[in-house]
T-cell receptor, first 111, second 118 residues
Framework: EDKVVQSPLSLVVHEGDTVTLNCSYE??????LLWYKQEKKAPTFLFML????IEKKSGRLSSILDKKELFSILNITATQTGDSAIYLC???????????FGTGTSLTVIP | KAGVTQTPRYLIKTRGQQVTLSCSPI?????VSWYQQTPGQGLQFLFE???????NKGNFPGRFSGRQFSNSRSEMNVSTLELGDSALYLC?????????????????FGPGTRLLVL
């Protein structure tokens, strides 16, 4: 059965801390892995990863994929209260249009 | 470009009723997917439409159905509502159906419709 597992389920940190969110997957015919940030409403796209070992960066956020070990991490450095959100990991297989989502990591950044 | 829009944003129904939710994708996007999000289960895939055809369906009972119109707008319908159907229903659009590499396959989400079944 295809599945995506995220850890930890929730995390509380202080502003300025660095956090690492994990996503492991077992999906047949892997195509790409995507990270989304969900605040109060629509998940917003962060990264799409298709190749192992190539880090993608956007400001204080970065992500990398390991297709051999079947996992990805999302790093956030110098966290701010605005980073508080649920971070979702999704895997897209080669066949079909279904994205498989993890249950998310709820991040709370306190001042 | 306007984003994905969903209506209504909030809905309260009672058990046994039916509900229709609407989604308008980003202009030019032809693929629309629907997801159910609950605290315990996360996002679960309902179905995906492309060019008015259902291309993929998740593991949900037949009470959940959908359709897509020629302008790519999509509706989903839930009949005989149950308490467990209370959830956030998210619609996502993408530019093109699968099989094409690159950011075109990224799904962009609408704000969701929060359904409460009493």
């Amino acid at each position: 059965e295809d599945k995506v597992v995220q850890s930890p389920l929730s995390l509380v940190v202080h502003e300025g801390d660095t956090v690492t969110l994990n996503c492991s997957y077992e999906v047949t015919n892997f195509r790409s892995l995507l990270w989304y940030k969900q605040e109060k409403k629509a998940p917003t796209f962060l990264f799409m990863l298709t190749s192992s070992g190539i880090e993608k960066k956007s400001g204080r956020l970065s992500s990398i994929l390991d297709k051999k070990e079947l996992f990805s991490i999302l790093n956030i450095t110098a966290t701010q209260t605005g980073d508080s959100a649920i971070y979702l990991c999704a895997v897209a297989p080669n066949t079909g249009n279904q994205f498989y989502f993890g249950t998310g990591t709820s991040l709370t950044v306190i001042p | 470009k306007a984003g994905v829009t969903q209506t209504p944003r909030y809905l309260i129904k009672t058990r046994g009723q039916q509900v229709t939710l609407s989604c308008s994708p980003i202009s030019g996007h032809r693929s629309v997917s629907w997801y159910q999000q609950t605290p315990g289960q996360g996002l679960q895939f309902l179905f995906e439409y492309f060019s008015e055809t259902q291309r993929n369906k998740g593991n949900f009972p037949g009470r959940f159905s959908g359709r897509q119109f020629s302008n790519s707008r999509s509706e989903m319908n839930v009949s005989t509502l149950e308490l467990g159907d209370s959830a956030l229903y998210l619609c996502a659009s993408s530019l093109i159906a699968r099989g094409v590499w690159g950011s075109q396959e990224t799904q962009y989400f609408g704000p969701g419709t929060r359904l409460l079944v009493l």
